[in-house]
């Protein structure tokens, strides 16, 4: 075995459902306005997308404009995070890796922003 290779317990089930309520419940406090995408989230079977979109709200504290403007560009998430004009892998999808100053009005976020 590794040294400091992280030992991962898997969470119980109980575990889970309490600390799914109390952050449901914390997001409710303070973001009222999502608590419907996160109850979505955590108790019915979300999309892949709404889960993604859920993860960036979570990680901005609520903040569109911060996921839109999101300079992680290592993140997992950034090139499918929502909130971008054109979703990166949208633009590559549709043959083209770069859409700035088309007509379309479609900006491409830039990588390496
Ligand atoms: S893409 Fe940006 S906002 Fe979304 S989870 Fe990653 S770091 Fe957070």
Not at 55 to 82: A, G, M, S
């Amino acid at each position: 075995m590794k040294r400091n290779a992280p030992v991962m317990t898997p969470a119980k089930p109980t575990d889970r459902s309490a600390r799914v309520a109390e952050r449901l419940a914390d997001i409710t406090r303070h973001s009222p306005t999502r608590a419907g995408l996160f109850h979505k989230v955590y108790y019915q079977r979300p999309s892949k997308a709404l889960a993604v979109k859920a993860k960036c709200l979570d990680c901005t504290c609520w903040q569109p404009l911060e996921i839109q403007k999101c300079q992680i560009v290592t993140c997992p998430l950034w090139r499918v995070r929502p909130y971008q004009k054109a979703p990166l892998c949208q633009t590559e999808a549709r043959g083209g890796p770069s859409r700035e100053g088309t007509s379309s009005g479609r900006v491409r976020i830039a990588e390496g922003v």
